[in-house]
């Protein structure tokens, strides 16, 4: 065998080993590169879809809430055969039924077993009353079980067998705010189906997104056949579980490992990862609880449809030719142009395996090594700015979120949660400060006539024209919101006695002259109290409230204060 044959089966050799090796390296990278990428996308998908949901139901929990600490609601769950509390709680509820997304409520009284319910059509106007709850019926434990265990507030999909319809219920447990005894639920129920359609099953490919309680029970899920329904009364054993969709033992427990490694206070807000295998196919799963609703957000990420192996073959082609041609002029090219130029490319593409920096200036090098360079700048680049970008939509849609959650979309007030969250500060600060400041109650008299006779679009407009004069009057330190339907409640920090009642005059005085509807003015009645550093802030709300009511009963269009710097504590004053 001649030299020259000899030298080629070896240049040959060397060619197949190298390339080989070559094609590990290159694998192993791209898997690491993939999976990184992963990790990023699974943990911001998991809190983009995890803002969506929240962003949903946020709302209908609040309005919930809301219904359930409803006075007139309460009163007459304490009384539910008077005819005049029955009569204006059905007003409250339609009330409320306008003000849900789906329009519809349900309240259920633990007196009498009365279940009230009406939908989007006002199918049952008039005869809310559906039917009465048996404890004997399996299909209303869900009722007594939520009673027994004392439960505020529940979430849980749930076919309703005497209406016919399956909904996502919104359960708020309706407790006399005295005595603390359980007067019923109350709440709202979101359609299954639309719900699904437009926050769950949004038909990306390679991603697929479920929720589950607690237990793993599945409540949110694209095929509708794996959720659980009426999972709160099913036993142990019994329930459609997240273990459905994995097969091996191995994967449920590491699912299960997430879910309990997610409830430690270190956990908070944090995104848990972990390769599965789901249906026979190996997926990244990102795991997220959400604690306002007691429910794991599971995302499952199949990377071989979002970032597909193929993607890499034309670098990996472009490799392979330049080891070739390196290799073809082996003494005098392998030292000088390939093994130090490949040297510096490992070392730039470890340091971009150990979380560094993509290199954007690589060595240079000629021919197809300076190609391979550039290509793979271009990926590493590619790849940290479509994680940067994701995370930059993520954040700013996070911040969205913060701020609808916090504002009211109609007036740009404060919403009832942002001022909820500005007064937990107020009282915080004079307690600390010993200071005072204002409470400021502004209900519009009669805006259910104005809504009734002229119109929602009309009545929207003079909130939007009322808050205007509210926010034109008050100082720029001073917060306000839009604390009901027609109801708006304003803090004055700091504040006196005269502040409170010289700017409660003003703002009273103010929408009477500048607020109108076909040349009828608008009036408001304002009920003030005046909060000492001592006081709590549910003392303060029903000061605050009693005053309003105070103002109402005197007439309307007037301002009635409560506060302790001037005698009598208590004075009244109109509008005109």
Not at 322 to 330: G, R, Y
Request: net charge negative; charged share 25%; aromatic share 8%.
């Amino acid at each position: 065998m001649s030299l020259n044959t000899r030298l080629l089966c070896v240049l040959s050799a060397l060619i197949i080993s190298t390339c080989l090796a070559s094609w590990l390296i290159f694998q192993r990278v791209t898997d690491t590169i993939v999976e990184r990428w992963g990790r990023d996308v699974a943990d911001i998908e998991v809190r983009y879809d995890s803002s969506r949901l929240l962003q949903a139901v946020d709302r209908e929990i609040g309005l919930s809430r809301q219904l359930a600490d409803s006075p007139i609601i309460q009163n007459w769950a304490k009384h539910p055969d008077d005819p005049r509390l029955k009569d204006q709680a059905i007003a409250e509820m339609e009330r409320f039924r306008l003000n849900f997304a789906d329009r519809n409520y349900f309240v259920a009284l633990h007196t009498n077993n009365a279940y009230y319910f009406n939908n989007a059509a006002n199918e049952y106007a008039g005869k809310q009353l559906r039917y009465h709850l048996n404890p004997q019926n399996p299909a209303d434990a869900w009722f007594y079980q939520l009673i027994q265990n004392d439960m505020s507030f529940h979430l849980n999909v749930n076919p309703d067998e005497n209406l016919g319809i399956t909904k996502l219920w919104i359960d708020v447990l309706v407790k006399d705010k005295q005595t603390q005894k359980i007067l019923g639920v109350a709440g709202t129920g979101i359609d299954l189906e639309s719900f699904l359609k437009n926050i769950v099953d949004l038909n990306k490919a390679g991603v697929n997104t479920l929720f589950v309680d607690e237990n793993g029970a599945i409540q949110l899920y694209r095929d509708t056949k794996y959720i659980d329904y009426a999972s709160f009364v099913k036993p142990e054993g019994q329930k459609n579980t997240i273990d459905l969709l994995m097969a091996r033992p191995s994967d449920q427990q590491a699912i299960h490992r997430m879910m309990k490694q997610l409830l430690q206070p270190t956990a908070k807000h944090h995104v848990e990862t972990a390769f599965v295998n789901v249906e026979g196919k190996r997926q990244l799963a990102g795991v997220a609880y959400l604690p306002t609703i007691g429910w794991y957000e599971v995302t499952l990420l199949d990377l071989d449809v979002l970032l597909p192996f193929r993607i890499f073959l034309p670098v990996a082609g472009v490799f392979g030719v330049a080891l070739i041609l390196s290799l073809l002029v082996f003494h005098f090219f392998v030292r000088r142009i390939v093994i130090r130029p490949i040297n510096r490319l490992d070392a730039a593409v470890r340091d971009f395996q150990a979380g560094g920096e993509p290199p954007l200036h690589l060595p240079a090098a000629a021919g197809e090594l300076g190609r391979l360079n550039t290509h793979f700048g271009a990926m590493a680049n590619a790849v940290a700015n479509q994680a940067q970008i994701l995370r930059d939509t993520v954040e700013s849609r996070t911040r969205d979120l913060q701020r609808q959650a916090r504002i009211d979309p109609l007036t740009g007030l404060l919403n009832r949660r942002g001022m909820s969250e500005n007064l937990e500060e107020a009282f915080e600060r004079a307690r600390r400060e010993e200071a005072r400041f204002g409470l400021v109650l502004i209900d519009v008299d009669n805006f259910k006539d104005i809504n009734d006779r002229h119109g929602h679009p009309t009545g929207d407009a003079a909130l939007k024209a009322v808050s205007e004069q509210i926010g034109l009057h008050i100082r720029p330190y001073d917060h306000a919101s839009r604390w009901g339907g027609d109801e708006f409640l304003v803090t004055l920090s700091p504040c006196s006695g005269d502040i409170l009642n010289g700017l409660s005059d003003r703002i009273c005085r103010a929408i009477t002259e500048n607020v109108s509807i076909n040349n009828n003015a608008v009036t408001v009645s304002i009920g003030a109290y005046l909060v000492q550093s001592g006081d709590s802030m549910e003392l303060a709300l029903q000061e605050a409230d009693r005053a309003l009511y105070r103002s109402k009963a005197a007439g309307r269009n007037r301002v009635f204060i409560i506060h302790r710097d001037t005698l009598p504590p208590e004075n009244g004053s109109s509008c005109v």
